[in-house]
Every structure is written in structure tokens, then in C-alpha cells.
């Protein structure tokens, strides 16, 4: 027995397979509808470079800054949305303890602890290692008005937002 494909047909099942893939793929976001501190366009660089660098940082600086507790507020990633939409994972909280231990919080409840350090890199810029690592945590750490982002999309990666809570 031979199987005789007509080329219409074939078409409409790459097409069928094509919208399957698309639709498997798909990762379902929120668009941040408010924000209680700055808007992201204030966030974005240069704003938020300038802001940044109005200290002179330090490791201890740092430390000090990264301290406490951090709601995630906003995440952006130019790379993925070609509309730069805002995403949002609710109820993401960050407990930095000055001991290195993190508390990766999530609807209240402690999901995972990590022990992280602050790197310095060689351009003057910190960032901080996680391990075991959480995806919202890559890229710089830079601070501006009680917001702390970490910085990736310089570097094909998203820019997530925490607001101090503590």
C-alpha cells in the first residue's frame, strides 16, 4: 500500500502543526495594571543608571542595600515581547539575611533557601550568585528609590523590579 499525499493536504497539516507548536509554547502572562512606586518608564536606563550611580557602590554598600525583604513587582524582557509588555509573577518575595542565605518566598511560604554572594565585576558593576540559582535573579543589581532591579536585558536577558518591603 502507498500513501499518496496531495499538496493541499500537506499544507494544511503544517499549518495544524505550526498552530500547535505556537500554542504549546505560549507561556501565559499578566500586564502589570498599576504601580505603587516608580513607573517603568522611569525605571528604564539611562533613568535608571543615573540613579544608580549617584552612590559610589561598594560590597559593603551593596550588602547593606540588599538587605531585608523584596516584593518582585515587574518583569521586562525586550528580548521575548517584541511590545516590551510588562510581566508579573505574583507573590514572589526575596529575604536577603546578611548571612548569605536567601529565602525565595512564594504566597507566603518558603520555596527554597540559597546561599548567595555579591561579585564584583571588573567594570565596576555588582552582581549577586545564587546557588541553587532562581531565574529572576540575573544580571546587575542596581538600587533607585527603595527599588532594587536586577539588570539583564543588556545582556539578552529580562530586567526584574522588587520593591523593598522591609
Known amino acids: 500500500m502507498t500513501l499518496k499525499f ?37 525605571l528604564l536606563e539611562p533613568h535608571i543608571l543615573d540613579c544608580h550611580n549617584e552612590n559610589e557602590w561598594t560590597k559593603a554598600k551593596v550588602n547593606e542595600a540588599i538587605t531585608g525583604k523584596w516584593i518582585w513587582t515587574l518583569g521586562v524582557c525586550p528580548i521575548y515581547n517584541e511590545q516590551n509588555e510588562q510581566l508579573v509573577e505574583e507573590h514572589l518575595t526575596l529575604h536577603f539575611f546578611g548571612k548569605d542565605l536567601l529565602e525565595i518566598i512564594h504566597y507566603e511560604q518558603v520555596i527554597q533557601k540559597s546561599n548567595w554572594r555579591i561579585q564584583e565585576r571588573a567594570n565596576g558593576t555588582y552582581t549577586i550568585q545564587i546557588r541553587p540559582s532562581i531565574a529572576s535573579i540575573s544580571g546587575r543589581v542596581l538600587f533607585c528609590q527603595g527599588e532594587m532591579i536586577f539588570n539583564g536585558s543588556y545582556n539578552s536577558r529580562c530586567d526584574n523590579y522588587f520593591s523593598r518591603v522591609e
Do not use: M, N, W
Open 6 to 42: 496531495k499538496f493541499p493536504h500537506f499544507l494544511s497539516l503544517l499549518l495544524v502543526i505550526g498552530i500547535v507548536i505556537q500554542y504549546g509554547c505560549y507561556k501565559e502572562t499578566k500586564i502589570l495594571s498599576e504601580r505603587k512606586a516608580l513607573s517603568p518608564q522611569d
